[in-house]
C-alpha cells in the first residue's frame, strides 16, 4: 500500500479566488481505518478552507492525543501545525494566539482528549472566549486502545464486545454552552452538505467556536446498539434547520434564497443564513439552546446544526488589549519603553 500522495494534477482543476486548487489545501494520505468518518470530517476542512480562499500559511492546526488529532496530518499539509499532549491542546492554541492573532487557529481533539483529560483545558478555553475553531471528532470510544467506553458514550450504548455503558454521558455541546461558548454547533460527520457551511461560519466567528461531530468509529463503535454508529445517528438526527454562509465577497444578493429565517451578519461581513429554524430554538438565546437540547436528549434524538451563536461576542484579544502586531515583530523600543511607562503602568495599579 503507498502512503505518498500523486504529485499529478489535473490542470483544470478549479481554483479558489486566490489561485489555489482543493489539492493544495491537502495533507498525507490517511492511515486511519478505511471508512472513519474522521476522515470526512478532515473532507470538509479542507472544502471548507478551499471555498473561504484563505492562504494556508494563515492558518494554525493544532491538536492533543488520540485518533482525532491524528488527522491534522490529513488535511492542511501547507499550514502551520502542532500536536500537543494528551488533553492539552487548548494551552498551545492560548500561547500561540496571545503570541500572534494574525493567524486562523484550528483545533481538532477527540472526545477521550476533550471530555476526559482535557475537560479542565476545554472548559477554560471556551470561558475565556480564545479566537479559535474547536472541532470535537467525536466516537464515543478510545479507538487507539481497543473501543473503551468515552465520557461521552451514552448510558446504555452497547459496546463491540456486547457491554452496556453503565455511566451517564457528557454532552459537550451543553457543557460549552454552560461554560460560557459563543458558538456552538453540532453536526454529523456523513453530513457534508450541514458540516462545511458549519465550519466556514466557525472560522468567520470571532471568539470560542465549538462544532461536536458524531464521527463513527468503524473498527470500535459501528455496532448495533451503539448510538455513535452510522445507521443510529442517520435514523436519529434533528437539524434545527439548513445552513448557508456566504462569504463577504460575494454579492449577498446573488446567493439570496426566499425564505431564510434569519440573516446574520458576521464580523468580518459575510452573512449566515439559517433556514427552517425550529420554532423551538432561538440560537441566539443561550438559554433557550440548553432547553431545546435537553428535550431533543430526552426524546432521544441527536440535534444537530447550529445550536447557538453570540452575535456579540468580544474575544480574548479585545478583553485583554493584546498587542495587534504578532510578538515576533515589536522592536526592542516596544519591549522596553524606557522607566517612565513603567512607573505609569506601576501606578495604575495602585
Do not use: W
Amino acid at each position: 500500500m503507498s502512503y505518498q500522495l500523486p504529485k499529478f494534477r489535473h490542470p483544470e482543476l478549479p481554483r479558489n479566488d486566490l489561485g489555489y486548487t482543493k489539492a493544495d489545501y491537502e495533507g498525507a494520505i490517511s492511515t486511519l481505518c478505511a471508512g472513519c468518518g474522521h476522515d470526512s470530517i478532515s473532507g470538509a476542512i479542507v472544502k471548507a478552507v478551499h471555498e473561504l480562499s484563505i492562504e494556508p500559511h494563515k492558518i494554525a492546526k493544532l491538536s492533543g492525543i488520540g485518533c482525532s488529532s491524528k488527522t491534522p496530518t490529513y488535511f492542511l499539509g501547507k499550514s502551520h501545525g502542532f500536536n500537543s499532549v494528551h488533553g492539552r491542546m487548548p494551552s498551545v492554541v492560548t500561547g500561540a494566539a496571545l503570541a500572534n492573532r494574525e493567524l486562523l487557529y484550528l483545533g481538532v481533539s477527540g472526545d477521550g482528549d476533550t471530555a476526559s483529560i482535557g475537560m479542565g483545558q476545554f472548559a477554560h478555553v471556551a470561558r475565556r472566549n480564545l479566537n479559535m475553531v474547536y472541532i470535537v471528532m467525536n466516537n464515543g470510544c478510545y479507538g487507539l486502545t481497543k473501543g473503551q467506553d468515552s465520557a461521552t458514550a451514552d448510558e446504555g450504548s452497547v459496546s463491540k464486545k456486547g457491554d452496556a455503558n453503565p455511566f451517564s454521558s457528557m454532552d459537550l455541546c451543553a457543557a460549552a454552552l454552560q461554560f460560557g461558548a459563543t458558538f456552538v454547533a453540532r453536526s454529523f460527520s456523513g453530513d457534508k452538505t450541514q458540516l462545511v457551511p458549519l465550519i466556514k461560519a466557525a472560522i468567520s466567528h470571532r471568539g470560542f467556536a465549538l462544532i461536536d461531530v458524531v464521527s463513527p468509529c468503524v473498527t470500535f463503535n459501528n455496532n448495533p446498539g451503539s448510538t455513535k454508529s452510522y445507521e443510529f445517528v442517520r435514523d436519529h438526527m434533528e437539524a434545527t434547520g439548513t445552513v448557508d454562509f456566504v462569504p463577504m465577497h460575494k454579492e449577498i444578493t446573488t446567493d439570496y434564497q426566499p425564505g431564510f429565517s434569519h440573516e446574520v451578519t458576521m464580523h468580518d461581513g459575510s452573512s449566515i443564513h439559517l433556514y427552517k429554524l425550529s420554532e423551538e430554538l432561538d440560537p441566539f438565546d443561550r438559554t433557550s439552546a440548553l432547553m431545546t437540547m435537553e428535550r431533543h436528549r430526552s426524546a432521544g434524538e441527536i440535534l444537530t446544526g447550529l445550536i447557538y451563536m453570540n452575535k456579540g461576542s468580544h474575544d480574548l484579544h479585545e478583553t485583554l488589549e493584546t498587542s495587534r502586531r504578532p510578538l515576533n515583530r515589536l522592536a526592542e523600543e516596544d519591549l522596553c519603553p524606557g522607566n517612565q511607562v513603567l512607573r505609569n503602568i506601576n501606578a495604575s495599579l495602585r
